[in-house]
């Protein structure tokens, strides 16, 4: 089994920043593929960035630019640095890791980070 823990989610103002941080932990297995994914109140989940940690990264087209998806993997970690932050970034931002083990993937969910950011 493999864990999957969010942070660095908070209050910051218009234009400010904040980095998030995903760590996976348990025995085993490889870091593949991680999507950070956020989900606004009333509002479906939306992708918003990817790391394969072998193809260059994806972005949606609203944070290209001004969101930055990176990987530790002696850590197992993923961050997502976010800076020049709108009111429309406020949301609950999760992590769905693709961990490889014995040749499988299989997909981890995070719990989630708040990130509200004021106008």
């Known amino acids: 089994q493999v864990q999957v823990v969010e942070s660095g989610g908070g209050l910051v103002q218009t234009g400010g920043s904040l980095r998030l941080s995903c760590a996976a932990s348990?025995?085993?297995?490889?870091?593949?593929?991680v999507t950070w994914l956020r989900q606004a109140p009333g509002k479906e989940r939306e992708f918003v960035a990817e790391?394969?940690?072998?193809?260059?990264?994806k972005y949606a087209d609203a944070v290209k630019g001004r969101f930055t998806i990176s990987r530790d993997n002696a850590k197992n970690t993923v961050y997502l640095q976010m800076n020049s932050l709108k009111p429309e970034d406020t949301g609950v931002y999760i992590c769905?890791?693709?961990?490889?083990?014995?040749?499988?993937?299989?997909?981890?969910w995070g719990q989630g980070t708040q990130v509200t950011v004021s106008s």
């Open positions: 790391s394969s940690g072998v193809q260059n990264a």
């Open positions: 348990g025995s085993g297995f490889s870091l593949d593929f």
């Open positions: 769905n890791i693709h961990a490889g083990r014995d040749g499988v993937l299989t997909s981890y």
